[in-house]
Nanobody
Framework: QVQLVESGGGLVQTGGSLILSCAGS????????IGWFRQAPGKEREAVGC????????????QYSHSMETRFTISKDYTDNTLRLQMNFLKPEDTAVYFC?????????????????????WGQGTQVTVSS
């Protein structure tokens, strides 16, 4: 059974850092494109970034939404089938529930999506709250 589980959220002060994890089960996560999204209360879900799946001689490359590319880093942890989202210099406007998602397409080739409707499998989310 395919499952994604986010963790690592919490309460942090402005300027602080958090590392979120997206643990995959039922599939080998590094080989699939994964998106990170967030949703704040009363707002639409927005893309944080994404990373494409590894190929035979290719390692996935992360992409970021414009406003986050200097503060957030997406990386794969091959030892435990997990995707990380390192978030630095957090701001109150980063407060949201953060989700990871996959379309579960193997050998999809380079590229990933920042559109939520392209993804079929979602985790339950983890809450990030940044206090001012």
């Amino acid at each position: 059974q395919v499952q994604l589980v986010e963790s690592g959220g919490g309460l942090v002060q402005t300027g602080g850092s958090l590392i979120l994890s997206c643990a995959g089960s039922g599939f080998h996560l590094p080989y699939y494109r994964i998106g990170w999204f967030r949703q704040a209360p009363g707002k639409e879900r927005e893309a944080v970034g994404c990373i494409d799946g590894d190929g035979r001689s290719y390692r996935g490359v992360p992409q970021y939404s414009h406003s986050m590319e200097t503060r957030f880093t997406i990386s794969k942890d091959y030892t435990d089938n997990t995707l990380r989202l390192q978030m630095n210099f957090l701001k109150p406007e980063d407060t949201a529930v953060y989700f990871c998602a996959t379309d579960l397409v193997l050998n999809a080739g380079p590229g990933c999506y920042v559109t939520s409707r392209k993804y079929d499998y979602w985790g339950q989310g983890t809450q990030v709250t940044v206090s001012s």
